[in-house]
């Protein structure tokens, strides 16, 4: 029997239990892929991570990310969580450097005490990578009437930028009354999707862009307090609903207030000829406990 110890970090919040929950093992060498996933649904969070040796010596470490389903490509709150637990566990400063299944991510940290800031850069441009189900059977899955998801410009897509969503425009007033209908997801067929990501324009903020939802029974997770990865694939769906000025823009999206964890993420995007050209996730992570497990 083997020890490995670990922190636990609520991500894309600055305050303890709101936001998005990570497990972090710090240095998993040694342990199976069958270990790891084990190990995931003990935790029972949306994600856990397992820091390794990097692969090539420039980088900084090599991460899997798991789901109580099934490992990741690419998450973004296990990105921007697990680079602030190993740069205060190694004393780092300024930029490192995650090896993920979708290639490597330079990810920008500031630390203070207890907490950090950080931001990855996506190697992977956000495309649309497929066709979506329909509006009705998107709709039926999500307790819905058919007529309340937007049908035109920002209809429906399949989106990804290193994993897929679905994308789905609606009133703030319904994406606050979704709920999961198992029998009609099952209709969904979407397997190697990873879940739906219903939007609204503006938000309990008052700087919010957007207020989301992102459902995903079949990765284990009914619903996610907070999708980095899914908000890094957003701008695909935006360019393509909508008109959008060359340049940077940031977008302020909050999810997780149906669930009690409120959190806020940032997007900065650059969009050159109605193309995106580069995105970036940043967002707060605070540190709530650290242990160790045996395996």
């Not at 990810?107 to 990855?120: K, Y």
Request: charged share 25%; with cysteine.
């Amino acid at each position: 029997m083997a020890d490995y110890d670990f922190v636990t970090l609520d991500v894309f919040t600055d305050r303890k239990f709101t936001g998005n929950q990570l497990a972090v093992l710090l240095d998993a060498q040694g342990l199976t892929l069958d270990q790891m996933q084990t190990i995931t649904r003990e935790f029972n969070y949306a994600e856990s991570t397992f820091v390794l040796p990097p692969e090539n010596p420039e980088n900084t470490a090599r991460v899997r990310i798991f789901t109580p389903g099934y490992e990741m490509p690419f998450a973004g709150h296990p990105t921007v969580g697990t680079a602030i637990a190993v740069a205060r566990a190694r004393g780092l400063k300024g930029e490192v450097r995650l090896e993920l299944n979708t290639g490597v991510f330079p990810v920008r940290v500031d630390l203070s005490e207890d907490s950090g800031f950080a931001e990855f850069q996506n190697p992977n441009l956000p495309e649309e990578t497929g066709a979506a189900p329909s509006a009705e059977k998107i709709a039926a899955a999500l307790s819905l009437p058919a007529d309340v998801l937007d049908a035109g410009d920002h209809k429906p897509r399949r989106c990804g930028a290193g994993v897929d969503y679905v994308y789905v425009k609606t009133s703030l007033e319904n994406v606050k009354k979704a709920k999961v209908n198992s029998a009609a997801w099952d209709a969904l067929e979407i397997d190697e999707i990873v879940g739906l990501y219903l939007y609204a324009e503006g938000g309990e903020a008052a700087d919010a862009d957007y207020h989301v939802r992102m459902f995903a029974p079949g990765a284990g997770v009914m619903e996610d307090p907070a999708t980095g990865s899914a908000a890094a694939g957003f701008p695909a769906q935006i360019v393509r609903s909508q008109s959008v000025p060359d340049g940077e823009h940031r977008l302020v999206i909050e999810q997780g207030f149906e669930m009690g964890r409120p959190s806020r993420l940032l997007a900065t995007v650059a969009v050159e000829n109605g193309a995106v050209r580069s995105v970036r996730i940043g967002g707060d992570a605070v540190f709530v406990q650290e242990g160790r497990i045996s395996v």
